[in-house]
């Protein structure tokens, strides 16, 4: 089993539903690369429509392996974690009181927590006439380094960032040659009118009797 992380998983996939009292669940995806030795929580989402308020939740974690060992690692009701809970040490409930985010938060996380998660929602509804069910499962394919590695939307950004100073720097330097040599050519402007105004009165001070017959 190959564990990649996808650049994509840090854009969000928005899936909006409205409730009965008009919030709004969206739906995100978890992300999949944790470091030795910190707290990794695992993004969970699963938006209830309308009909789905009322429902009991129960929610199951799973782990696979990369070797394909399955491990039920928690139950939770309502929330509550249940008897099924090998990983009651390690995992904590990071749910939302609606139980439309039941994220877990992994403790400690070690090399050997490589693998896949299955986060198993389901929502029972008790009819007057039948007890109806839905299931919903989500997957975390988890891959656990020794150190922070550099994000790829991160890079991209930074590589954005100085391409915009790069070009904005440029762009300046035109604009300040361009109001430079225009201003150059005003001055010459007006530089050439004072001259041709002062040189005016020169030539009729080196003829005076052609002011006189005039």
């Known amino acids: 089993m190959v564990f990649t992380r996808s650049p994509f998983n840090s854009l969000p996939l928005l899936i ?18 944790a470091v030795l030795g910190t ?12 009909e789905e308020v009322s429902a009991e939740t129960q929610v199951e974690w799973l782990y696979t392996s990369p070797e394909g060992e399955n491990i039920t690692m ?11 809970c090998p990983y ?10 609606d139980f439309q985010d039941v994220s877990v938060s992994l403790i400690n996380v070690t090399m050997n927590d490589t693998g896949r998660y299955t986060c198993r929602v389901r929502r029972d509804f008790n009819f007057e006439i039948h007890r109806h ?6 997957y975390i394919d988890l891959l ?16 954005m960032m100085y391409v915009l100073l790069v070009f904005l720097t440029l762009w300046l330097l035109i604009e300040m040659v361009y109001c430079y040599i225009k201003i150059s050519r005003a001055e010459e402007v007006v530089q050439d009118n004072a001259t041709d105004y002062l040189t005016i009165p020169s ?10 017959g005039n």
Do not use: H
Not at 20 to 31: N, R
Not at 39 to 50: E, G, V
Not at 90 to 96: A, I, P, Q, V, Y
């Open 16 to 33: 909006l539903t409205v409730g009965s009292c008009c919030s709004v669940c969206v739906e995100v995806p978890s992300d999949n690369l």
């Open 144 to 159: 656990v380094t020794e150190e922070v590695g550099e994000d790829f939307t991160a890079v991209i950004s930074e590589i």
């Open 39 to 50: 707290n990794m929580k695992l993004t969970c989402i699963s938006c209830m429509r309308r």
């Open 203 to 212: 030539e009729n001070k080196e003829n005076p009797a052609a002011q006189v």
């Open 88 to 97: 009651k040490d390690r995992l904590l409930w990071n749910g939302s009181k």
């Open 133 to 138: 069910f839905i299931i919903d499962e989500k």
């Open 74 to 84: 928690c139950s939770y009701y309502g929330g509550v974690q249940g008897e099924i």
